[in-house]
Protein backbone atom coordinates (compact mmCIF):
# COMPACT_ATOMS: atom_id res chain seq x y z
CA UNK A 1 0.00 0.00 0.00
CA UNK A 2 1.22 3.76 -1.04
CA UNK A 3 0.56 4.94 2.52
CA UNK A 4 2.75 1.90 4.32
CA UNK A 5 5.39 2.63 2.05
CA UNK A 6 5.25 6.68 2.43
CA UNK A 7 5.37 6.22 5.99
CA UNK A 8 8.66 3.51 5.89
CA UNK A 9 10.05 6.56 3.54
CA UNK A 10 9.37 9.13 6.38
CA UNK A 11 11.21 6.78 8.96
CA UNK A 12 14.15 6.10 6.28
CA UNK A 13 14.41 9.69 5.56
CA UNK A 14 14.77 10.60 9.40
CA UNK A 15 16.95 7.13 10.58
CA UNK A 16 19.42 7.48 7.18
CA UNK A 17 19.66 11.37 7.60
CA UNK A 18 23.00 12.57 7.03
CA UNK A 19 24.99 16.31 7.80
CA UNK A 20 25.14 18.17 4.40
CA UNK A 21 28.46 16.74 2.48
CA UNK A 22 28.35 13.82 5.06
CA UNK A 23 28.22 10.05 3.74
CA UNK A 24 25.29 8.79 2.56
CA UNK A 25 25.36 5.19 2.44
CA UNK A 26 23.11 4.46 5.50
CA UNK A 27 20.32 6.70 3.61
CA UNK A 28 20.78 4.17 0.45
CA UNK A 29 20.91 1.33 2.56
CA UNK A 30 17.74 2.14 4.81
CA UNK A 31 15.85 2.63 1.24
CA UNK A 32 17.21 -0.61 -0.37
CA UNK A 33 15.86 -2.36 2.68
CA UNK A 34 11.94 -1.25 1.75
CA UNK A 35 12.18 -0.98 -2.41
CA UNK A 36 12.56 2.82 -3.33
CA UNK A 37 15.55 4.84 -4.68
CA UNK A 38 17.50 6.80 -1.93
CA UNK A 39 15.87 10.81 -2.82
CA UNK A 40 18.72 12.96 -5.00
CA UNK A 41 18.96 16.18 -3.68
CA UNK A 42 18.16 19.05 -6.04
CA UNK A 43 19.80 21.64 -4.24
CA UNK A 44 16.99 24.55 -3.64
CA UNK A 45 15.89 22.80 -0.45
CA UNK A 46 13.38 20.22 -2.03
CA UNK A 47 13.59 16.26 -2.58
CA UNK A 48 12.56 14.00 -5.29
CA UNK A 49 11.66 10.61 -4.19
CA UNK A 50 11.26 7.54 -6.46
CA UNK A 51 9.20 4.88 -5.48
CA UNK A 52 9.60 1.41 -5.55
CA UNK A 53 6.18 -0.10 -4.72
CA UNK A 54 6.99 -3.24 -3.46
CA UNK A 55 3.74 -4.42 -2.16
CA UNK A 56 2.14 -4.07 -5.54
CA UNK A 57 0.83 -7.46 -7.28
CA UNK A 58 1.84 -7.33 -10.82
CA UNK A 59 -0.11 -10.03 -13.12
CA UNK A 60 1.96 -12.31 -15.26
CA UNK A 61 1.82 -11.70 -18.93
CA UNK A 62 2.11 -14.60 -21.73
CA UNK A 63 3.03 -13.53 -25.41
CA UNK A 64 -0.51 -14.55 -27.52
CA UNK A 65 -2.39 -14.56 -23.83
CA UNK A 66 -4.92 -11.23 -22.35
CA UNK A 67 -4.93 -10.63 -18.72
CA UNK A 68 -8.33 -8.48 -17.80
CA UNK A 69 -8.80 -7.14 -14.78
CA UNK A 70 -10.80 -3.58 -14.02
CA UNK A 71 -9.24 -0.42 -14.09
CA UNK A 72 -7.79 0.91 -10.99
CA UNK A 73 -9.39 3.86 -9.59
CA UNK A 74 -8.23 7.32 -10.03
CA UNK A 75 -4.66 8.07 -11.13
CA UNK A 76 -4.07 4.18 -9.78
CA UNK A 77 -4.11 3.29 -12.82
CA UNK A 78 -1.05 5.57 -13.58
CA UNK A 79 1.04 3.56 -10.75
CA UNK A 80 0.18 0.52 -11.97
CA UNK A 81 1.16 0.56 -15.09
CA UNK A 82 4.17 2.27 -14.13
CA UNK A 83 5.08 -0.59 -12.11
CA UNK A 84 4.38 -3.31 -15.04
CA UNK A 85 6.14 -1.26 -17.91
CA UNK A 86 9.16 -0.42 -15.30
CA UNK A 87 9.42 -4.18 -15.05
CA UNK A 88 9.46 -4.94 -18.88
CA UNK A 89 11.50 -2.41 -19.56
CA UNK A 90 14.18 -4.52 -17.01
CA UNK A 91 13.26 -7.33 -20.00
CA UNK A 92 13.98 -5.23 -22.81
CA UNK A 93 10.54 -4.98 -23.78
CA UNK A 94 8.74 -1.59 -25.09
CA UNK A 95 5.04 -1.29 -23.35
CA UNK A 96 2.11 0.09 -25.64
CA UNK A 97 -0.84 1.57 -23.89
CA UNK A 98 -3.49 2.12 -26.49
CA UNK A 99 -5.86 3.90 -24.25
CA UNK A 100 -9.21 4.78 -25.31
CA UNK A 101 -9.65 8.29 -24.20
CA UNK A 102 -7.30 10.55 -25.71
CA UNK A 103 -7.44 12.11 -22.72
CA UNK A 104 -6.08 9.45 -20.57
CA UNK A 105 -2.95 9.03 -22.81
CA UNK A 106 -2.03 12.70 -22.27
CA UNK A 107 -2.78 12.15 -18.23
CA UNK A 108 -1.06 8.77 -17.85
CA UNK A 109 1.85 10.26 -19.77
CA UNK A 110 2.20 13.03 -17.09
CA UNK A 111 1.38 10.41 -14.25
CA UNK A 112 3.65 7.55 -15.05
CA UNK A 113 6.65 10.39 -15.33
CA UNK A 114 5.53 11.24 -11.50
CA UNK A 115 5.29 7.38 -10.44
CA UNK A 116 8.52 6.42 -12.64
CA UNK A 117 10.62 9.34 -13.73
CA UNK A 118 13.33 6.84 -14.90
CA UNK A 119 11.40 5.58 -17.48
CA UNK A 120 11.60 6.65 -21.03
CA UNK A 121 7.96 8.10 -21.90
CA UNK A 122 6.35 9.03 -25.92
CA UNK A 123 3.12 10.04 -26.71
CA UNK A 124 2.57 8.72 -30.27
CA UNK A 125 0.24 11.76 -30.76
CA UNK A 126 -3.11 12.07 -33.31
CA UNK A 127 -3.07 13.92 -36.82
CA UNK A 128 -5.99 16.24 -35.27
CA UNK A 129 -7.62 16.31 -38.51
CA UNK A 130 -11.01 14.30 -39.68
CA UNK A 131 -10.70 11.71 -42.07
CA UNK A 132 -10.86 13.13 -45.64
CA UNK A 133 -9.99 16.16 -44.19
CA UNK A 134 -8.20 18.55 -47.37
CA UNK A 135 -5.75 20.32 -44.59
CA UNK A 136 -2.67 18.40 -43.57
CA UNK A 137 -1.83 18.25 -39.97
CA UNK A 138 0.27 21.18 -38.27
CA UNK A 139 4.44 20.22 -38.66
CA UNK A 140 4.83 20.82 -35.66
CA UNK A 141 2.86 17.31 -35.11
CA UNK A 142 4.19 15.43 -37.87
CA UNK A 143 7.61 16.11 -36.51
CA UNK A 144 6.52 14.46 -33.14
CA UNK A 145 4.72 11.53 -34.89
CA UNK A 146 8.10 10.54 -37.06
CA UNK A 147 10.53 11.47 -34.09
CA UNK A 148 8.43 9.09 -32.10
CA UNK A 149 7.88 6.31 -34.70
CA UNK A 150 11.90 6.70 -35.41
CA UNK A 151 12.66 6.11 -31.72
CA UNK A 152 10.35 3.37 -31.05
CA UNK A 153 12.45 1.55 -34.11
CA UNK A 154 15.63 2.56 -32.39
CA UNK A 155 14.99 0.91 -29.22
CA UNK A 156 15.08 4.29 -27.45
CA UNK A 157 11.50 4.31 -25.47
CA UNK A 158 10.57 2.35 -22.49
CA UNK A 159 6.78 3.30 -22.74
CA UNK A 160 4.67 4.70 -25.61
CA UNK A 161 1.08 6.06 -25.36
CA UNK A 162 -1.03 5.58 -28.43
CA UNK A 163 -4.83 7.07 -28.56
CA UNK A 164 -6.85 3.77 -29.82
CA UNK A 165 -7.85 5.87 -33.15
CA UNK A 166 -4.75 6.55 -34.11
CA UNK A 167 -3.40 3.17 -33.59
CA UNK A 168 -5.94 2.78 -36.08
CA UNK A 169 -4.30 4.55 -38.88
CA UNK A 170 -2.17 3.10 -41.61
CA UNK A 171 1.86 4.33 -41.77
CA UNK A 172 4.35 4.41 -43.66
CA UNK A 173 6.28 1.31 -43.49
CA UNK A 174 9.56 1.01 -40.98
CA UNK A 175 12.16 0.95 -44.61
CA UNK A 176 10.68 4.43 -45.31
CA UNK A 177 12.34 6.78 -42.20
CA UNK A 178 15.16 3.94 -42.34
CA UNK A 179 15.99 4.82 -45.67
CA UNK A 180 14.95 9.11 -45.50
CA UNK A 181 17.18 9.80 -42.45
CA UNK A 182 20.53 10.42 -42.49
CA UNK A 183 23.01 11.77 -40.60
CA UNK A 184 26.17 14.59 -40.53
CA UNK A 185 28.14 15.93 -38.23
CA UNK A 186 31.14 18.12 -37.70
CA UNK A 187 34.42 17.78 -39.33
CA UNK A 188 32.47 15.48 -42.13
CA UNK A 189 32.58 16.98 -45.92
CA UNK A 190 29.25 18.02 -47.28
CA UNK A 191 28.39 18.68 -51.16
CA UNK A 192 26.07 21.28 -50.71
CA UNK A 193 24.05 20.76 -54.32
CA UNK A 194 23.54 17.55 -52.98
CA UNK A 195 22.46 18.43 -49.81
CA UNK A 196 20.11 20.88 -50.71
CA UNK A 197 18.56 18.24 -53.23
CA UNK A 198 18.69 15.49 -50.24
CA UNK A 199 16.68 18.25 -48.44
CA UNK A 200 13.84 18.69 -50.88
CA UNK A 201 13.34 14.93 -51.59
CA UNK A 202 13.24 14.69 -47.93
CA UNK A 203 10.61 16.58 -47.66
CA UNK A 204 11.43 19.69 -46.69
CA UNK A 205 11.05 23.36 -47.86
CA UNK A 206 13.11 25.83 -48.98
CA UNK A 207 12.02 29.55 -47.40
CA UNK A 208 13.97 32.46 -47.12
CA UNK A 209 13.84 32.42 -43.48
CA UNK A 210 13.56 28.84 -40.81
CA UNK A 211 11.17 29.18 -38.57
CA UNK A 212 9.11 25.88 -38.31
CA UNK A 213 9.74 22.07 -38.53
CA UNK A 214 10.57 21.05 -42.11
CA UNK A 215 12.19 24.17 -43.55
CA UNK A 216 15.42 24.70 -44.57
CA UNK A 217 17.31 28.08 -45.84
CA UNK A 218 20.22 28.86 -47.87
CA UNK A 219 22.87 31.56 -47.08
CA UNK A 220 26.27 31.84 -48.45
CA UNK A 221 28.40 29.14 -46.50
CA UNK A 222 25.60 29.28 -43.99
CA UNK A 223 22.51 26.02 -44.24
CA UNK A 224 19.82 26.72 -41.50
CA UNK A 225 17.48 23.92 -41.65
CA UNK A 226 14.69 22.75 -38.40
CA UNK A 227 14.97 18.93 -38.67
CA UNK A 228 11.53 17.27 -37.62
CA UNK A 229 11.69 15.67 -33.93
CA UNK A 230 14.12 18.49 -33.13
CA UNK A 231 13.42 21.03 -30.32
CA UNK A 232 15.40 23.86 -32.12
CA UNK A 233 16.70 25.03 -35.76
CA UNK A 234 20.31 24.17 -36.99
CA UNK A 235 22.81 26.23 -38.13
CA UNK A 236 25.30 24.40 -40.39
CA UNK A 237 28.49 26.58 -41.30
CA UNK A 238 30.56 25.55 -44.49
CA UNK A 239 34.04 26.00 -44.59
CA UNK A 240 34.55 25.31 -48.20
CA UNK A 241 33.28 21.43 -48.90
CA UNK A 242 33.35 20.86 -44.98
CA UNK A 243 30.76 21.56 -42.12
CA UNK A 244 33.20 23.83 -39.84
CA UNK A 245 30.38 24.02 -37.38
CA UNK A 246 27.07 22.90 -36.40
CA UNK A 247 24.86 24.87 -33.55
CA UNK A 248 21.87 25.71 -32.90
CA UNK A 249 19.82 28.90 -32.86
CA UNK A 250 16.99 31.20 -31.91
CA UNK A 251 14.68 31.09 -34.80
CA UNK A 252 13.37 35.27 -33.95
CA UNK A 253 16.61 36.84 -33.60
CA UNK A 254 18.38 34.22 -35.32
CA UNK A 255 20.97 34.27 -33.12
CA UNK A 256 23.33 31.16 -32.98
CA UNK A 257 23.10 29.32 -29.37
CA UNK A 258 25.46 26.22 -28.39
CA UNK A 259 27.17 23.62 -30.43
CA UNK A 260 25.76 20.64 -31.91
CA UNK A 261 28.64 17.39 -32.33
CA UNK A 262 26.26 15.28 -34.51
CA UNK A 263 22.62 15.80 -36.54
CA UNK A 264 20.12 13.26 -37.47
CA UNK A 265 17.92 14.18 -40.32
CA UNK A 266 14.12 12.45 -40.31
CA UNK A 267 11.94 13.21 -43.09
CA UNK A 268 9.73 16.15 -43.56
CA UNK A 269 7.00 13.81 -44.30
CA UNK A 270 5.62 10.80 -43.61
CA UNK A 271 5.82 9.99 -47.21
CA UNK A 272 8.39 10.31 -50.15
CA UNK A 273 8.35 12.90 -53.01
CA UNK A 274 11.28 11.74 -54.75
CA UNK A 275 10.39 10.68 -58.69
CA UNK A 276 9.93 6.98 -58.36
CA UNK A 277 7.47 7.61 -55.62
CA UNK A 278 5.64 10.41 -57.45
CA UNK A 279 5.44 7.68 -60.62
CA UNK A 280 3.80 4.76 -58.06
CA UNK A 281 1.59 7.98 -56.49
CA UNK A 282 -0.24 7.97 -59.96
CA UNK A 283 -0.20 4.54 -61.46
CA UNK A 284 -1.84 3.56 -57.98
CA UNK A 285 -4.15 6.54 -58.04
CA UNK A 286 -5.73 4.79 -62.03
CA UNK A 287 -5.62 1.67 -60.37
CA UNK A 288 -7.98 2.21 -57.33
CA UNK A 289 -9.69 5.17 -57.91
CA UNK A 290 -12.75 5.53 -60.65
CA UNK A 291 -13.15 8.64 -63.15
CA UNK A 292 -10.66 10.73 -64.90
CA UNK A 293 -7.87 11.62 -63.11
CA UNK A 294 -7.14 14.64 -64.55
CA UNK A 295 -9.60 16.60 -63.05
CA UNK A 296 -8.33 16.25 -60.00
CA UNK A 297 -5.91 19.24 -58.93
CA UNK A 298 -4.09 16.59 -56.42
CA UNK A 299 -3.22 14.09 -59.23
CA UNK A 300 -1.92 17.15 -61.46
CA UNK A 301 -0.23 19.07 -58.32
CA UNK A 302 1.84 15.62 -57.94
CA UNK A 303 2.84 14.85 -61.42
CA UNK A 304 3.94 18.53 -60.58
CA UNK A 305 6.43 17.95 -57.32
CA UNK A 306 3.25 19.63 -55.24
CA UNK A 307 2.05 17.95 -52.16
CA UNK A 308 -1.43 19.49 -51.79
CA UNK A 309 -2.83 19.87 -48.25
CA UNK A 310 -4.70 17.06 -47.70
CA UNK A 311 -2.09 14.42 -49.43
CA UNK A 312 -1.99 12.11 -45.80
CA UNK A 313 -5.53 10.71 -46.77
CA UNK A 314 -3.47 9.21 -50.08
CA UNK A 315 -0.87 7.69 -48.16
CA UNK A 316 -1.45 3.98 -49.39
CA UNK A 317 -0.69 5.64 -52.97
CA UNK A 318 3.08 5.86 -52.02
CA UNK A 319 3.82 2.65 -50.93
CA UNK A 320 3.35 -0.94 -52.37
CA UNK A 321 2.25 -2.13 -49.06
CA UNK A 322 1.52 0.01 -45.92
CA UNK A 323 2.38 -0.53 -42.08
CA UNK A 324 0.61 -0.36 -38.80
CA UNK A 325 2.17 1.03 -35.21
CA UNK A 326 2.55 -3.17 -34.75
CA UNK A 327 5.09 -3.16 -37.10
CA UNK A 328 7.09 -0.46 -35.35
CA UNK A 329 6.73 -1.74 -31.53
CA UNK A 330 7.73 -5.55 -32.55
CA UNK A 331 6.69 -8.50 -31.39
CA UNK A 332 8.35 -8.64 -28.26
CA UNK A 333 6.24 -5.41 -26.92
CA UNK A 334 3.79 -6.07 -24.36
CA UNK A 335 0.35 -4.17 -25.06
CA UNK A 336 -1.66 -2.78 -22.61
CA UNK A 337 -5.55 -2.49 -24.00
CA UNK A 338 -6.95 1.09 -21.93
CA UNK A 339 -10.82 1.55 -21.31
CA UNK A 340 -13.56 0.52 -23.56
CA UNK A 341 -11.82 0.30 -27.02
CA UNK A 342 -14.21 -1.43 -28.79
CA UNK A 343 -17.09 1.60 -27.86
CA UNK A 344 -14.06 4.20 -29.62
CA UNK A 345 -13.45 2.10 -32.38
CA UNK A 346 -17.26 1.87 -33.28
CA UNK A 347 -17.64 5.42 -33.11
CA UNK A 348 -14.69 6.09 -35.18
CA UNK A 349 -15.84 3.82 -37.68
CA UNK A 350 -19.29 4.96 -38.13
CA UNK A 351 -18.09 9.28 -38.48
CA UNK A 352 -15.31 7.78 -41.12
CA UNK A 353 -18.11 5.72 -43.25
CA UNK A 354 -20.69 8.86 -43.32
CA UNK A 355 -17.67 10.99 -44.21
CA UNK A 356 -16.49 8.42 -47.20
CA UNK A 357 -19.90 8.09 -48.27
CA UNK A 358 -20.78 11.97 -48.65
CA UNK A 359 -16.89 12.73 -50.49
CA UNK A 360 -16.66 9.25 -53.01
CA UNK A 361 -18.67 10.88 -55.58
CA UNK A 362 -16.14 13.99 -55.40
CA UNK A 363 -14.32 13.63 -59.00
CA UNK A 364 -11.86 16.58 -57.58
CA UNK A 365 -11.32 15.31 -54.39
CA UNK A 366 -12.24 11.17 -54.84
CA UNK A 367 -11.87 9.30 -51.64
CA UNK A 368 -9.71 6.07 -50.89
CA UNK A 369 -12.07 2.73 -49.30
CA UNK A 370 -11.91 3.85 -45.61
CA UNK A 371 -10.12 -0.14 -45.53
CA UNK A 372 -7.29 0.94 -47.29
CA UNK A 373 -6.52 3.82 -45.03
CA UNK A 374 -7.10 2.62 -41.70
CA UNK A 375 -7.73 -0.96 -39.28
CA UNK A 376 -10.88 -2.39 -38.42
CA UNK A 377 -11.21 -3.40 -34.79
CA UNK A 378 -10.74 -7.16 -35.86
CA UNK A 379 -7.30 -6.45 -37.74
CA UNK A 380 -6.10 -4.45 -34.91
CA UNK A 381 -7.59 -7.21 -32.64
CA UNK A 382 -5.90 -9.67 -34.66
CA UNK A 383 -2.22 -8.02 -34.63
CA UNK A 384 -2.77 -7.56 -30.85
CA UNK A 385 -3.32 -11.43 -30.68
CA UNK A 386 0.49 -11.64 -30.99
CA UNK A 387 1.69 -9.79 -28.02
CA UNK A 388 1.02 -9.93 -24.56
CA UNK A 389 -1.32 -8.03 -23.37
CA UNK A 390 -2.95 -6.42 -20.40
CA UNK A 391 -6.87 -5.30 -20.80
CA UNK A 392 -7.92 -2.53 -18.09
CA UNK A 393 -11.72 -2.43 -18.56
CA UNK A 394 -13.75 0.34 -17.15
CA UNK A 395 -15.43 -1.04 -13.53
CA UNK A 396 -17.48 0.05 -10.60
CA UNK A 397 -14.88 0.38 -7.72
CA UNK A 398 -14.00 -2.28 -5.14
CA UNK A 399 -14.30 -1.73 -2.23
CA UNK A 400 -12.42 -5.23 -1.07
CA UNK A 401 -9.46 -4.23 -3.26
CA UNK A 402 -5.98 -4.54 -1.02
CA UNK A 403 -4.05 -2.70 -3.33
CA UNK A 404 -6.71 0.40 -4.65
CA UNK A 405 -9.61 1.25 -2.84
CA UNK A 406 -11.49 4.96 -3.52
CA UNK A 407 -11.70 7.79 -1.24
CA UNK A 408 -14.66 8.65 0.10
CA UNK A 409 -17.08 11.45 -0.80
CA UNK A 410 -15.18 14.35 0.66
CA UNK A 411 -16.93 17.27 -1.08
CA UNK A 412 -17.10 20.58 0.75
CA UNK A 413 -20.28 22.01 1.59
CA UNK A 414 -21.08 25.41 0.77
CA UNK A 415 -23.17 27.19 3.02
CA UNK A 416 -23.31 24.59 5.85
CA UNK A 417 -22.40 25.17 8.87
CA UNK A 418 -19.36 22.67 8.63
CA UNK A 419 -18.51 22.47 4.84
CA UNK A 420 -15.89 20.44 5.34
CA UNK A 421 -17.47 18.10 8.20
CA UNK A 422 -16.75 15.03 5.56
CA UNK A 423 -12.83 15.68 5.62
CA UNK A 424 -12.68 16.33 9.45
CA UNK A 425 -14.56 13.07 9.62
CA UNK A 426 -12.05 11.30 7.57
CA UNK A 427 -9.51 12.94 9.28
CA UNK A 428 -10.81 11.34 12.60
CA UNK A 429 -11.27 7.77 11.66
CA UNK A 430 -8.53 6.95 9.03
CA UNK A 431 -5.50 5.46 10.40
CA UNK A 432 -3.44 6.92 7.65
CA UNK A 433 -1.53 10.18 7.13
CA UNK A 434 -3.64 12.64 5.15
CA UNK A 435 -1.81 14.85 2.32
CA UNK A 436 -3.74 17.19 0.28
CA UNK A 437 -2.57 19.03 -2.47
CA UNK A 438 -2.95 22.14 -3.77
CA UNK A 439 -2.21 22.51 -7.92
CA UNK A 440 -0.21 26.18 -7.49
CA UNK A 441 0.53 28.67 -4.36
CA UNK A 442 -2.53 30.89 -5.12
CA UNK A 443 -4.60 27.93 -4.90
CA UNK A 444 -2.71 26.69 -1.89
CA UNK A 445 -3.45 30.44 0.17
CA UNK A 446 -7.31 30.28 -1.08
CA UNK A 447 -7.73 26.56 -0.10
CA UNK A 448 -5.53 27.31 3.78
CA UNK A 449 -7.53 29.91 4.32
CA UNK A 450 -10.93 27.93 3.43
CA UNK A 451 -9.44 25.24 5.96
CA UNK A 452 -8.62 27.80 8.47
CA UNK A 453 -12.28 28.91 8.48
CA UNK A 454 -13.46 25.57 9.19
CA UNK A 455 -10.99 25.45 12.38
CA UNK A 456 -8.50 23.04 10.25
CA UNK A 457 -5.10 23.50 10.42
CA UNK A 458 -2.69 22.13 9.03
CA UNK A 459 0.36 21.31 10.79
CA UNK A 460 2.66 20.39 8.32
CA UNK A 461 3.76 22.62 5.15
CA UNK A 462 5.76 21.30 2.56
CA UNK A 463 6.43 21.86 -1.42
CA UNK A 464 7.02 19.13 -3.46
CA UNK A 465 9.08 19.30 -6.76
CA UNK A 466 8.80 15.51 -8.99
CA UNK A 467 11.45 14.89 -11.96
CA UNK A 468 9.57 16.81 -14.24
CA UNK A 469 10.25 20.25 -12.25
CA UNK A 470 6.01 20.43 -11.87
CA UNK A 471 5.00 21.83 -8.33
CA UNK A 472 2.49 21.67 -5.79
CA UNK A 473 2.01 22.45 -2.16
CA UNK A 474 0.52 20.28 0.18
CA UNK A 475 -0.40 20.05 4.09
CA UNK A 476 -0.24 16.61 5.76
CA UNK A 477 -1.55 14.95 9.08
CA UNK A 478 0.43 12.09 10.65
CA UNK A 479 -1.94 8.89 10.86
CA UNK A 480 -3.96 8.79 13.82
CA UNK A 481 -2.67 7.56 17.11
CA UNK A 482 -4.09 4.10 17.80
CA UNK A 483 -5.98 3.13 20.91
CA UNK A 484 -2.40 0.94 22.10
CA UNK A 485 -0.18 3.79 21.03
CA UNK A 486 1.59 2.04 18.13
CA UNK A 487 -0.77 3.35 15.15
CA UNK A 488 1.80 6.34 14.61
CA UNK A 489 2.34 9.45 15.96
CA UNK A 490 -0.10 12.32 17.60
CA UNK A 491 -0.50 15.26 15.82
CA UNK A 492 1.86 17.01 18.49
CA UNK A 493 4.81 15.04 17.63
CA UNK A 494 3.91 16.34 13.50
CA UNK A 495 7.82 18.50 13.44
CA UNK A 496 9.33 14.98 14.57
CA UNK A 497 8.29 13.58 10.78
CA UNK A 498 10.32 16.40 8.82
CA UNK A 499 13.82 15.80 7.78
CA UNK A 500 16.07 18.28 7.10
CA UNK A 501 16.07 17.77 3.43
CA UNK A 502 12.50 19.41 3.69
CA UNK A 503 12.98 22.40 4.88
CA UNK A 504 13.52 25.39 2.79
CA UNK A 505 17.80 26.51 2.23
CA UNK A 506 17.62 29.04 4.80
CA UNK A 507 15.96 27.59 6.99
CA UNK A 508 19.32 24.71 7.09
CA UNK A 509 22.81 24.78 8.89
CA UNK A 510 23.55 26.31 11.77
CA UNK A 511 24.15 29.72 11.54
CA UNK A 512 20.58 30.08 9.96
CA UNK A 513 18.37 33.01 11.68
CA UNK A 514 15.53 31.10 13.91
CA UNK A 515 13.17 33.75 12.77
CA UNK A 516 13.68 32.39 9.10
CA UNK A 517 13.37 28.56 10.10
CA UNK A 518 9.85 30.04 12.16
CA UNK A 519 8.46 30.75 8.23
CA UNK A 520 8.54 26.89 7.76
CA UNK A 521 5.95 25.21 9.73
CA UNK A 522 5.92 22.80 11.62
Same mark, same amino acid.
Given at each position: ?????????????????????????????????? *?????????? *????????????????????????? @???????????????????? #????????????????????????????????????????????????????????????????????????????????????????????????????????????????????????????????????????????????????????????????????????????????????????????????????????????????????????????????????????????????????????????????????????????????? @??????????????????????????????????ANPDDPQFRPLPD???????????????????????????????????????????????????????????????? #????????????????????????? @????????????????? &? &??????
Open positions: MLVHLTTKIKSALKSGQKRRGGDGGRLSSTFSKI *GASPPPHSGR *GFVSLSFGFIFMQLPTLVRGKRYTM @PRPVGSSDALLLARLAGREA #ADRHTTAIVCADASDARRLMDEMAFFAPDLRSALFPDRETLPYDNFSPHQDLISERLSTLWRIRQGEVDVVLVPATTALYRLAPPSFLAGYTFHFKTGQKLDEARFRAQLTLAGYQHVAQVVAHGEYAVRGGLIDLFPMGSAQPLRVDLFDDEIDSIRTFDPDPQRSLYPVPEVRLLPGREFPMDEEARTRFRNRWRELLEGDPTKSRIYKDMGAGLATAGIEYYLPLFFDATATVFDYLGEAATLVLHGDLEAAFQRFWQDTRERHRLLAGD @PEHPALPPEALFLTSEQFYGNANAHAQLALRPADLTAIRGAEDPIARLHAHIARTPHRVLLLAESDGRRESLLDFLRASHLNPPLLIRWRNSWARRAS #AWAWPPRRSPTGSAGRSRASTSSLK @PSCFRPPAARGADASRS &R &RATWRR
